[in-house]
């Protein structure tokens, strides 16, 4: 599933490409897509129409546009300021999805989901989604710390990279868990965009083992992972992400190559680069947790 980077990759290239254009048609073409939004297909298409797209935000592994309306498009400083009791298309990509920008006359993508054509007659916006796991839907969006999100995600964390994350108020509620350090990463409600590949990378920086209980954190260790996170996080976004195979691509359909520098997760059977271990495997959660058992012992108490 994309992560923060990815998804940040995402919205960077939907606010470049598609921000500040007004919703002239929408055309949902497998309505699991559009499950979320209650009232169906045809409200989903109809209430788009005329929508004037006035920013592209994230928090987490959430991405949504802000609307507008098409006579607001001359006025786009202010339709641009976040405002609770708004509306906004929410997207989460699931497993397999993607936000392209394509010409109109590119043919279509075998798994596209929805599309959104626009009143200057130029690229498409279009949700292609092979798995159907993710989704797009309309929202309210409520005031949450002093800014506006879309109501299904009032209760996400914060993540690293956004102003609102308090550092030292995740540390305190980490050490105050009675849980494993990795799934206290993996908690959106504590700390949000954090997914396998860089809750295992955050914690071989931080030379923490996955099962380490988070009671047993001392402030530095937990401040110090806290760091790791945002590093990996940074650099991992630096490269464009990650990708391990056509699913996670940018709009243009551009992969990520933060693949290269990862340096445990899926790497089970060779040599860590900072000790020469060899780097294992655990089965973590339904899933797998990668460590450098030379850089990450197994602690007492282990916290499976």
């Not at 699931?94 to 989901?113: C, I, N, T, W």
């Not at 540390?171 to 350090?181: H, L, N, S």
């Given at each position: 599933?994309?992560?923060?980077?990815?998804?940040?990759?995402?919205?960077?290239?939907?606010?470049?490409?598609?921000?500040?254009?007004?919703?002239?048609?929408?055309?949902?073409?497998h309505p699991?897509?559009?499950?979320?939004?209650?009232?169906?297909?045809?409200?989903?298409?109809?209430?788009?129409?005329?929508?004037?797209?006035?920013?592209?935000?994230?928090?987490?592994?959430?991405?949504?546009?802000?609307?507008?309306?098409?006579?607001?498009?001359?006025?786009?400083?202010?339709?641009?300021?976040?405002?609770?009791?708004?509306?906004?298309?929410?997207?989460?990509l699931g497993?397999?999805?993607?936000?392209?920008v394509q010409?109109?006359?590119?043919?279509?993508?075998?798994?596209?989901?929805?599309?959104?054509?626009?009143?200057?007659?130029?690229?498409?916006?279009?949700?292609?989604?092979?798995?159907?796991?993710?989704?797009?839907?309309?929202?309210?969006?409520?005031?949450?710390?002093?800014?506006?999100?879309?109501?299904?995600?009032?209760?996400?964390?914060?993540?690293?990279?956004?102003?609102?994350?308090?550092?030292?108020?995740?540390?305190?509620?980490?050490?105050?868990?009675?849980?494993?350090?990795?799934?206290?990463?993996?908690?959106?409600?504590?700390?949000?965009?954090?997914?396998?590949?860089?809750?295992?990378?955050?914690?071989?920086?931080?030379?923490?083992?996955?099962?380490?209980?988070?009671?047993?954190?001392?402030?530095?260790?937990?401040?110090?992972?806290?760091?790791?996170?945002?590093?990996?996080?940074?650099?991992?976004?630096?490269?464009?992400?990650?990708?391990?195979?056509?699913?996670?691509?940018?709009?243009?359909?551009?992969?990520?190559?933060?693949?290269?520098?990862?340096?445990?997760?899926?790497?089970?059977?060779?040599?860590?680069?900072?000790?020469?271990?060899?780097?294992?495997?655990?089965?973590?959660?339904?899933?797998?947790?990668?460590?450098?058992?030379?850089?990450?012992?197994?602690?007492?108490?282990?916290?499976?």
């Amino acid at each position: 599933m994309p992560e923060l980077p990815e998804v940040e990759v995402i919205r960077r290239g939907v606010a470049a490409y598609a921000v500040e254009r007004t919703v002239v048609e929408t055309e949902v073409l497998h309505p699991r897509a559009v499950r979320k939004h209650g009232a169906g297909a045809g409200d989903f298409s109809t209430r788009l129409a005329g929508r004037h797209l006035t920013a592209a935000r994230r928090r987490g592994k959430y991405l949504w546009l802000e609307l507008g309306d098409a006579a607001q498009a001359a006025a786009s400083a202010v339709a641009a300021s976040p405002q609770a009791g708004g509306e906004a298309l929410l997207t989460h990509l699931g497993m397999s999805g993607q936000l392209r920008v394509q010409p109109a006359h590119v043919p279509d993508e075998k798994h596209l989901r929805v599309r959104l054509r626009f009143d200057d007659g130029g690229d498409e916006l279009r949700f292609v989604d092979q798995r159907t796991f993710g989704g797009l839907s309309l929202t309210a969006l409520v005031d949450v710390g002093g800014r506006a999100v879309p109501e299904p995600i009032a209760h996400i964390a914060p993540d690293p990279l956004e102003p609102a994350f308090d550092r030292e108020a995740v540390v305190e509620a980490m050490r105050a868990r009675r849980t494993g350090v990795k799934r206290a990463l993996l908690d959106q409600s504590l700390i949000s965009g954090i997914g396998n590949i860089y809750a295992d990378e955050a914690l071989w920086r931080a030379k923490l083992h996955w099962a380490r209980p988070t009671a047993t954190l001392t402030r530095p260790e937990a401040r110090g992972l806290l760091d790791a996170v945002a590093d990996v996080l940074g650099d991992a976004l630096q490269a464009g992400g990650t990708s391990f195979d056509a699913l996670y691509v940018n709009v243009n359909g551009e992969s990520g190559y933060f693949g290269r520098s990862l340096a445990v997760y899926g790497q089970s059977g060779r040599e860590c680069s900072a000790c020469g271990a060899t780097v294992r495997r655990d089965t973590f959660m339904n899933r797998s947790s990668y460590t450098c058992p030379g850089c990450q012992p197994v602690p007492r108490n282990a916290h499976w």
